[in-house]
């Protein structure tokens, strides 16, 4: 972990007191609940919209739970991609992080039976024309070798740019697939896991707080598969209590009605970071708001580290911490 750019002033944050997970829940199986390819990776899956999700999941008879906990607090996923200076902060982070990198891709842009725009990404200019062809049913304009086709005939979209194009993107590798569960692939843009881990690795330092998770204010139109959704880190599950809900009792429209707005929170100043890094086999705990730096121990396990983490947290937040610089360094503990 590392402190963030100092240009980060204001986070947009959104407050939940009570969400809805459709699926088991089991937290002893933290990381599991939702599965590695969910839309949420290793996190926990949770709406305020569990009906348009049961139908857009597929999800049958699957049995519904509420959780609620006083304060729970998300980053807004699309609040963060609609603020430059952030969502820059953030890449910059995550690059300094190895998490990624800025590679270029080809966009292929095709639209949906609503007529929304989306688009693929491709490796290289050939495979996003194959693409297009497809999509865009171009197979009268493949030359003779049936493996190219003139650009010029390629279709336009609404704002005149051409269906195909290349971008630079952030592209993801083990570590961040490894931290978040979501495919980072190569031809994957990694922004929504870059956000995820950012949200989970500094921004409990910056607040001075624990956050619960990330959300994403999609539109509302599970006809074509889209609707409002959040995830839960996993480490933060255990803060939540569930209880089991009936299905028939659940109303969409009235718990999307009382979704509270974004609030853009400011960044506390002189709030304590502390940084979990994995060295080996072990895990290093640093608080690293001051200098120099002090090293609080090593731990056997992550969870280990990361409740270390959260007790430096409080006693620093609270002026109950030792200065830096003072004692040796402390011995490698066991992950208890």
């Known amino acids: 972990m590392m402190t963030a750019p100092a240009r980060v002033t204001t986070v947009p944050l959104i407050y939940l007191n009570s969400v809805m997970h459709a699926g088991r829940l089991d937290p002893a199986r933290v990381g599991e609940n939702s599965g590695g390819g969910s839309l949420e990776g290793h996190s926990l899956s949770v709406s305020l919209c569990p009906q348009a999700w049961r139908r857009v999941a597929r999800l049958g008879g699957t049995i519904l739970f509420e959780l609620y906990r006083s304060g729970g607090i998300f980053l807004d996923m699309h609040a963060v991609q609609g603020n430059a200076r952030l969502l820059a ?184 970071r502390v940084d979990v890094r994995q060295s080996g086999a072990e895990w290093k705990v640093t608080l690293v708001s001051v200098k120099p730096a002090v090293h609080l121990g090593w731990f056997e396990t992550e969870a280990a580290a990361q409740r270390a983490r959260q007790v430096a947290l409080k006693r620093y937040a609270a002026g109950d911490g030792r200065s830096a610089g003072s004692g040796p360094r402390p011995a490698r503990q066991a992950g208890a």
């Open 89 to 272: 902060a953030v890449l910059d982070w995550a690059v300094g992080q190895g998490l990624t990198e800025w590679q270029s891709r080809w966009q292929t842009w095709s639209q949906d039976e609503d007529g929304d725009w989306r688009y693929t990404l491709s490796a290289s200019l050939q495979e996003a024309v194959a693409e297009a062809v497809d999509t865009h049913n171009l197979w009268e304009h493949l030359n003779e070798d049936e493996d190219t086709v003139d650009l010029s005939v390629l279709p336009v979209m609404d704002d005149g740019r051409s269906v195909v194009q290349e971008v630079r993107v952030p592209v993801g590798g083990a570590a961040l697939r490894d931290l978040t569960g979501l495919n980072v692939g190569p031809n994957v843009d990694a922004t929504d896991a870059v956000l995820i881990a950012w949200a989970m690795q500094v921004l409990p330092d910056l607040l001075g707080q624990d956050v619960d998770g990330v959300w994403w204010r999609e539109t509302y139109r599970p006809a074509a598969l889209s609707a409002p959704r959040g995830a839960i880190f996993p480490a933060r599950v255990p803060a939540w209590q569930a209880r089991r809900e009936a299905w028939s009792n659940v109303d969409d429209a009235a718990l999307l009605r009382a979704m509270p707005r974004t609030r853009r929170v400011k960044v506390p100043t002189g709030a304590p």
